[in-house]
Structures are given as C-alpha cells and as structure tokens.
C-alpha cells in the first residue's frame, strides 16, 4: 500500500522560508515522477511543481524562481525548499505521485503572514 507523508509546514512572515517533505512508503520514489500540490481556502487544489526520475523539474509560474524540488533517494523522499514567501502562498501542501493520482497524504499547513 502506497502512503506519503507530508512535514515541514508552519507559520512563517513574508519573505521566509520553509523546506517541506514528503516521505513514501509502499512505492520506490527514485523511478516515479513526484509532484507537489497546494490548496488554498476556499480554492481549487493546484500543481506547483514536477519532477522526474533524473531530476528535472517543471514549476507553476507562480513559484517558479522561489521554490525548488529535490529528492534524496536514499531515503525515500522528496522536498520542495521555499524561499522568498508571500502570504498568496499560503495553503495546504500535498505530494503526490502521478500514477497513483487518488493517494494522498495528510497535506502540511503552511501560513505565510504579511
């Protein structure tokens, strides 16, 4: 069974930073694509950002140039390093893996304030 588990979210002023985590279990990260979501209240739940296997990575224009996607995959995890924080950020944080689109984690709350 594949799970994913998402760390690494907080309260943080404008212009900080945060690295997130997602941790799996049931599925070897280093062969699947990963993907970062984010959900704000009272909106759609949308893409942030992409990587593949051999590490390169797509982002939403809307992060791109603050936000950066890596994996170690010794330990079976990916991170998404946030600089430069607005509080347009703010949302809840999912990883997700492209061929198992209904599995998701509990999501890691990250507040950015103004």
């Known amino acids: 069974q594949v799970q994913l588990v998402e760390s690494g979210g907080g309260l943080v002023q404008s212009g900080g930073s945060l690295r997130l985590s997602c941790a799996a279990s049931?599925?070897?990260?280093?062969?699947?694509?990963m993907q970062w979501y984010r959900q704000a209240p009272g909106k759609e739940r949308e893409r942030i950002a992409t990587i593949a296997p051999g590490g390169i990575t797509n982002y939403a224009d809307s992060v791109k140039g603050r936000f950066t996607f890596s994996r170690d995959n010794a330990k079976n995890t990916v991170y998404l390093q946030m600089n430069s924080l607005k509080p347009e950020d703010t949302a809840v944080y999912y990883c997700?893996?492209?061929?198992?689109?209904?599995?998701w984690g509990q999501g890691t709350q990250v507040t950015v304030s103004s």
């Open positions: 997700n893996i492209p061929r198992y689109p209904d599995t």
């Open positions: 049931g599925v070897y990260l280093s062969i699947s694509p």
